[in-house]
């Protein structure tokens, strides 16, 4: 799994016109090309009188399924250009369309590529970013006695508490960043003499904001 990836809040979608012609940018996540077919589809059904709907999404942890259409633009003109923007901004399991209606102006190859990116950002900046980073899951289990402890270390520590349970002992199962859970593991023994039993769970990614997006941005 990876460390941390880059990826679409959601969908969004916003509008920009470009001498006069009407680029309407759209993103979604989508973590299958099923998925990102049915997008696709969706907003050619909606856009049906469009000149175009041109298309791209990248997929996959290694972005190993990249698909993108022209749509009746000239080759490399629209659909290149926004899987490239989707790319240079470090984005995966994101699909994006821009719809555009044209407005008698005709914008030339090197228009109509600056076009369709700006549109693909309009589309990126609407939906938001967000970045998954890979935690790891730990159940802590105590008695009462240590738990006043273990709950500010939680607290001050600004550790991210999934659930707790009140039974005979208390266990709280938190999150902690990949690569930081000897060092919470050793802290916890610390505060409770080793009576305190740790266990490691599954390996999960938490969702957390990211800044915008850029035509230029590159990869991290």
């Known amino acids: 799994m990876l460390a941390h990836y880059k990826t679409v809040a959601g969908y969004g979608e916003d509008e920009i016109v470009i001498e006069r012609s009407r680029f309407i940018g759209y993103a979604q996540r989508a973590t299958t090309e099923e998925e990102a077919a049915a997008f696709i589809a969706g907003i050619k059904k909606k856009h049906w009188d469009a000149t175009h709907n041109c298309s791209a999404f990248v997929i996959g942890e290694n972005d190993q399924i990249q ?5 009746g633009e000239p080759s490399g003109t629209a659909g290149k250009p926004i899987l490239e923007c989707i790319k240079k901004n470090g984005l995966k399991d994101t699909v994006v369309v821009v719809t555009r209606y044209f407005g008698g102006i005709k914008l030339g190859a090197g228009g109509l590529v600056r076009a369709y990116t700006a549109g693909t950002v309009a589309g990126l900046k609407a939906a938001g970013i967000v970045a998954h980073i890979l935690h790891q899951s730990i159940a802590v289990t105590v008695d ?15 550790h991210r508490v999934v659930d707790t349970a009140y039974t005979d002992l208390v266990t709280v199962r938190v999150l902690i960043p990949d690569g930081e859970e000897g060092a919470f593991e050793e802290r916890i023994t610390d ?18 904001p990211f800044e915008a997006v850029g035509e230029d941005k590159e990869n991290e």
């Open 67 to 71: 698909r993108s259409s022209d749509d």
């Open 191 to 208: 505060l409770t003499n080793g009576q305190a039993r740790i266990e490691l769970g599954e390996k999960e990614y938490v969702e957390v």
């Open 144 to 158: 009462y006695h240590w738990w006043g402890k273990v709950e500010n270390e939680l607290r001050i520590g600004q």
